[in-house]
Antibody, heavy 122, light 111 residues
Framework: QVQLQESGPGLVKPSETLSVTCTVS??????????WNWIRQPAGKGLEWIGR???????KYNPSLKSRATVLVDTSKNQFSLRLSSVTAADTAVYYC??????????????WGQGTLVIVSS | QSALTQPASVSGSPGQSITISCTGT?????????VSWYQRHPGKAPKLMIY???SRPSGVSNRFSGSKSGNTASLTISGLQAEDEADYCC???????????FGGGTKLTVL
């Protein structure tokens, strides 16, 4: 069974860079035509898709983040990560990693992590 | 405010059927058959229940079904069970640059 687990700093200062990592177990991240995604949910709000990458480095991002997001896949560690620069309090959210299996006509996410809370505060 | 509109809550008794709606626009739900539904239990990873409007992933009970009419997609759960109590969230591809939209989620209470 594929499992995803997020890990992150918990607390980040405004204007700094947020970094969270997703460790994939139960399957090799480099096998299959999957997209590896980050999605977040601020308190009291709905989910927001952040961006994705495949293992070849093909990426796509939500333009609302104004080019602050970077998704990287590290096949040697079976992990992928999100870096979000110049954070503000509005970036405080639970961050989820998720796999797009590639069989949906649009995008869908068949495996998710449980989420990690990142608070932006000085 | 979420991009896709869902009711905040629905409820039903065991054995009954309920339907959760998800309303968008012609740029997303109305224009494409790319709606997904997720089940979210507190503290657990979300679970994909429906994709491409009405397809079920392997292992998902056939008590769960999806449909779409115009700009509104629907998730129907028949034969309600206590374990179905959870939050349900829809998502859709959008032709805008945002690419993927989510609903705000609907809390299902099994009475």
């Amino acid at each position: 069974q594929v499992q995803l687990q997020e890990s992150g700093p918990g607390l980040v200062k405004p204007s700094e860079t947020l970094s969270v990592t997703c460790t994939v177990s139960g399957a090799s991240i480099s096998r299959g035509d999957y997209y590896w995604n980050w999605i977040r949910q601020p308190a009291g709000k709905g989910l927001e898709w952040i961006g994705r990458s495949d293992t070849r480095g093909s990426t796509k991002y939500n333009p609302s983040l104004k080019s602050r997001a970077t998704v990287l896949v590290d096949t040697s560690k079976n992990q992928f990560s999100l870096r979000l620069s110049s954070v503000t309090a509005a970036d405080t959210a639970v961050y989820y990693c998720a796999r797009d299996p590639g069989y949906c006509g649009g995008d869908c996410y068949d495996f998710w992590g449980q989420g990690t809370l990142v608070i932006v505060s000085s | 405010q979420s991009a896709l509109t869902q009711p905040a809550s629905v409820s039903g008794s065991p054995g009954q059927s309920i339907t959760i709606s998800c309303t968008g626009t012609s740029s997303d739900i109305g224009g494409y058959n790319f709606v997904s539904w997720y089940q979210r239990h507190p503290g657990k990873a979300p679970k994909l229940m429906i994709y491409d409007v009405s397809s079920r992933p392997s292992g998902v009970s056939n008590r769960f079904s999806g449909s779409k009419s115009g700009n509104t997609a629907s998730l129907t759960i028949s034969g309600l069970q206590a374990e179905d109590e959870a939050d349900y969230c829809c998502s859709s591809y959008t032709s805008t640059s945002t690419y993927i939209l989510f609903g705000g989620g609907t809390k299902l209470t099994v009475l």
